[in-house]
């Protein structure tokens, strides 16, 4: 059995996507833009812009997001806003998504095509935030989809009861299978996001009994993701933050989305992952997607020989059985198919035995999920 651990399906950029408006979502929408590694371009002659100058202050600022005609082109499928009367956009979301939007059909098809058999839908409030949206779509294709429950983490603070009492629903009612919880990947916070304030959340989080799926961040910093000791530094300490998580909650099933970021340890064409990024794996209960191409498809080209070493190292310091394949579906077909997100493991992968592709590309993700 095949089980992308990591795709999404959402409804149209400009609609309200489960925020309070069309307009607010729009606006995380912007602010999404603005960070992405993705090349901005000048739609008249396609040379390069910056996007930069969508959240002058930084990339999730929405209270001080540049005033630029921010908007969604339905029949093109991209973001367009216009700087000097010129119109310029990027493809952060890949090219051929009307509306961009990606139904559930849409990823069915996709799926059904590149042989996969199950996905689990993931969480972003630049895709939208609405439960119940992905509740309908787990209805719509039983045994195929399963999803994510979204977390409001910049509300957490101030908005306790209110959030956990929405993240309770999404389990207990809408029936969603697992926690996302983005680390500080939507708000500059100084406290570390395992206690204080967050304890409250976090004693409801971990009472629903449904795995929590982490995407640590490089920390209130903000800093990208490009290499730097700065990004380096700032995601292990979310590392450290997570386990001490993790010692509080030790019989949490938890994993760490899209793998490590890799364009933060790249040294030339190797991936050099220090000693230190291993430790929090000590926690049996923890897992990891191996999902490479939507992180760095950009650097190097299917079939990604350049990352069959960390996959190798992957699997002699985790160990298969907590490895699960996961794409960022529909974002990974900027760099490639979705056949050849499989096919450079499934392939490629030649120091892989029949038991270790069967675990990461379906059995450890049917294993954390309870199917």
């Known amino acids: 059995m095949i089980i992308d651990s990591h795709a999404y399906c959402f409804g149209p950029a400009d609609g309200p996507g489960g925020h309070a408006s069309a307009e607010e979502h729009l606006r995380w929408v912007q602010a999404g833009q603005a960070g992405h590694y993705q090349p901005a371009f000048r739609i008249r002659d396609r040379e390069p812009g910056t996007s930069e100058i969508l959240a002058p202050h930084g990339k999730w600022d929405l209270s001080s997001l540049a005033e ?21 956009t990027k493809h952060y979301y890949p090219p051929g ?20 058999d199950a ?26 989809l399963y999803s994510m429950a979204p977390v409001d983490e910049w509300r957490i603070r101030d908005d306790t009861d209110a959030v956990i009492h929405e993240l309770t629903t999404a389990v207990t009612e809408h029936g969603l299978h697992a926690i996302k919880f983005n680390a500080n990947g939507y708000m500059v916070d100084p406290e570390p996001w395992n206690d204080g304030a967050y304890r409250p959340f976090w004693e409801a989080a971990t009472s629903l009994d449904v795995p929590i799926f982490f995407s640590l961040s490089t920390g209130p910093s903000g800093a990208n993701w490009e290499a730097s000791s700065e990004a380096r530094d700032g995601y292990l300490n979310e590392q450290r933050i997570l386990m001490r998580w993790m010692d509080r909650y030790p019989d949490n099933v938890c994993s760490i989305t899209h793998g490590f970021p890799y364009r933060s340890f790249l040294d030339g064409d190797r991936i050099a992952l220090p000693e230190a990024i291993w430790e929090p794996f000590r926690n049996p209960n923890l897992s990891i997607e191996v999902c490479f191409p939507v992180r760095i498809g950009d650097m190097f080209d299917f079939p990604y020989r350049e990352v069959l070493p960390a996959i190798e190292e992957m699997v002699d310091r985790i160990g298969a059985d907590r490895l699960m394949y996961g794409t960022d579906m529909p974002f990974q077909n900027r760099h490639c198919t979705y056949r050849q997100s499989r096919d450079h493991i499934e392939n490629y992968c030649t120091f892989l035995s029949e038991d270790d592709l069967a675990l990461i590309m379906g059995g450890t993700a049917a294993r954390v999920l309870g199917l």
């Open 119 to 144: 996905a689990l839908l993931h969480t972003n409030p630049m895709l939208g935030r609405d439960s119940a949206y992905q509740a309908e779509c787990v209805r719509r294709f039983p045994g195929r």
């Open 97 to 116: 998504l009307r509306n961009c939007e990606f139904t559930p059909d849409h990823l069915i098809s996709e799926m059904d095509y590149a042989g996969i």
């Open 68 to 88: 630029v005609d921010f908007r969604i082109d339905g029949d093109a499928g991209r973001v367009v806003w216009t700087v000097d009367g010129d119109d310029y």
